[in-house]
């Protein structure tokens, strides 16, 4: 099903095709595959990978089914999400020595309960009061800008990383405390993915849970750097709730469930660190994305600035205003399509199942990927192509489950409000001021680790719109 009108077609036949790694013929050899994994999720994927519906493959003593159609997706993540709520080993053991049994982890009773407690912090229904604090941030981040002179190289994505760390602090762990921690828990994330192991063998293996995984001195040293920042964010808590400031992390340490009981010290760590890293990462990784499309795409850089300029004039934007800017909107969609923040959903079967009529055993890996049904020709037109115009051209919007940037059933992100008004928000106020343009001879390339980058760095170079 086209999610535009053909008619409409030609006249986005050339836009930007941005870049994506290597399509395979065919499969290459599991050893293959592994090593590919192990350096970028997104290059061991074949032509036919994109266009199939149902795939099955064993690896080892794994089966692997690849879910990429609306209608196994939802039997995968809603019907059956009983037997497939709990999350990949892979995914477990490269976040466990972080998020502990936090939220994005955990499952079973456990997430049931966190859930609970967790989700009304970031709820959609908070965000019309999260705004003002989002647009004072951006503001602090404009005036930075503008007080660089033209053409001074930047680099975008520890940019975006300081924003939206800036952004999750204030609003989240209290306002007083994005300028002293942002940078330390920004550089701490960074590392810990750049040294993370992407692919767990021993579970490929069939070996247990139990069984210890390597961590490396570079792991643990950026696992220290994070946790000691939350460590003295909780401990300020108190201090800061007499002196009158209110904070919604204050919602975790008094939060109670159906028996009474707090949480844990450790378990208000663990929620914090998901709320942090879920809460900054994947917004700017997908700014950064957004600005290197623009960059590249003149037609809907244009389009673009006519809306902000149309629609805000001078004024600086409120949360209401978001609605007035569907172009905007459209451009940050587009920009999950093309690169999901988190571009593989791994889960794995707790009981035998089925999807689709076939068997699914206890113990395989179930995979939603949206790098591959995002650019499933079946069901988009030019799926590799940058066009948000496919976002507003048809009032039937796409298949909630062919479109999952936030995953999707019970395990949906519940910041996804948080995440679209905090991109829609710092993409107009700071486009409506500044130009983006790629460095000469930057080389960018899509690699995904735990969340898709546009590489380690990505060095734009910073023109002021009025010069």
Not at 330 to 352: F, M
Request: charged letters at 25%; one cysteine or more; a positive charge.
């Amino acid at each position: 099903m086209s999610l535009i009108d053909p008619v409409n077609k030609s006249r986005y036949a050339d836009d930007f095709v941005p870049p994506y790694p290597f399509r395979h013929e065919v499969s290459p050899p599991v050893w293959t595959l592994i090593g590919l994994a192990k350096k970028n999720f997104l290059s061991i994927w074949t032509a036919n990978d994109f266009k199939g519906r149902l795939k099955s493959q064993k690896v080892f003593s794994r089966e692997l089914i690849v879910c990429n159609r609306p209608d196994v997706v939802r039997e995968s993540f809603q019907t059956n999400h009983a037997s497939l709520q709990r999350k990949s080993p892979q995914m477990r053991h490269a976040l466990q020595p972080l998020l502990g049994d936090g939220l994005f982890v955990s499952d079973g009773e456990t997430w049931a309960k966190r859930r609970k407690l967790v989700a009304p912090i970031i709820h959609g229904s908070r965000v019309p009061g999260f705004a003002p604090i989002m647009v004072d941030t951006i503001e602090e981040k404009r005036a930075e800008w503008a007080s660089r002179p033209d053409g001074s190289e930047t680099d975008v994505l520890a940019e975006m990383a300081h924003l939206t760390a800036e952004i999750i602090c204030r609003t989240i762990f209290g306002r007083q405390l994005g300028k002293d921690y942002a940078r330390e828990v920004v550089r701490g994330f960074s590392e810990y993915q750049k040294h993370i192991d992407q692919v767990d063998l021993f579970a490929i293996f069939g070996l247990p849970d139990w069984f210890p995984r390597y961590r490396s001195r570079a792991i643990k040293q950026a696992k220290g750097r994070i946790l000691e920042v939350l460590d003295e964010i909780i401990d300020s808590y108190h201090a800061r709730k007499e002196a009158g400031e209110v904070s919604v992390i204050g919602g975790l340490l008094e939060a109670r469930d159906d028996n009474g009981d707090p949480l844990s010290r450790e378990a208000i760590r663990n929620e914090a660190a998901v709320i942090f890293m879920a809460g900054h990462e994947t917004t700017a990784n997908t700014l950064a994305w957004t600005w290197f499309l623009l960059s590249q795409s003149p037609r809907v850089a244009d389009k673009l600035h006519a809306e902000i300029d149309t629609v805000l004039g001078d004024r600086t934007p409120t949360f209401k205003d978001i609605a007035s800017l569907p172009y905007a909107k459209a451009v940050i969609e587009e920009t999950l399509r093309l690169y999901p923040p988190v571009p593989i959903l791994a889960r794995e079967a707790t009981q035998n199942t089925s999807i689709g009529n076939k068997p699914i055993s206890k113990g395989s890996l179930v995979l939603v990927v949206p790098w591959l049904m995002h650019r499933n020709p079946v069901l988009w037109d030019l799926p590799d192509t940058f066009r948000p115009e496919r976002f507003l051209e048809r009032s039937k919007k796409p298949n909630k489950y062919g479109y999952v940037p936030f995953s999707i059933g019970p395990r949906i992100c519940p910041g996804l409000q948080f995440g679209m008004t905090e991109a829609i928000l710092s993409l107009v106020m700071l486009a409506r001021h500044f130009d983006l343009r790629l460095k000469p001879g930057a080389d960018v390339q899509p690699v995904c680790r735990l969340t898709l980058r546009p590489g380690d760095t990505l060095p734009m170079i910073l023109q002021h719109r009025s010069a």
